[in-house]
């Protein structure tokens, strides 16, 4: 499950840097070669879908990394280690089971 969850943080991350590459900060981008305002789908959509899809593929990171680390072992505490050491039978010099 955890190569599942680590599989798709990955695919997203790659996914996230082409999406923030097709944008252009001065406002050109993938948008600007649609041509005209006046066509199906437009300036205005497209823009929309990238920064929908800029949003989503974070959020994604950010859900799928909580759970992983969610579902990590917890670490044994000290205390509960010497408590086991320590109640384990002993057994006397030269016994034999």
């Known amino acids: 499950m955890d190569i599942i969850l680590s599989t798709i943080v ?3 991350s790659v996914l ?7 944008q252009n900060p001065k ?7 649609f041509g005209s ?7 205005k ?6 920064d929908r899809l800029t949003w989503s593929l974070a ?4 859900l799928v990394s909580i759970v992983i680390t969610v579902r990590q072992p917890k670490p044994q505490k000290k205390e509960d280690s010497q408590k086991q050491q ?8 030269g016994a034999t089971k």
């Not at 996230?16 to 097709?22: G, S």
């Not at 959509?45 to 990238?50: A, L, M, V």
């Not at 959020?59 to 950010?62: E, F, K, N």
């Open 27 to 33: 406002g050109g981008g993938l948008s600007s070669d």
């Open 10 to 12: 990955l695919l997203s």
């Open 16 to 22: 996230l840097i082409l999406v923030v590459y097709v």
């Open 59 to 62: 959020g994604i990171i950010v």
């Open 45 to 50: 959509k497209t823009n929309e879908f990238i």
């Open 86 to 93: 320590t109640e384990q039978p002993v057994q006397a010099p």
């Open 37 to 43: 305002p006046g066509q199906l789908g437009g300036v």
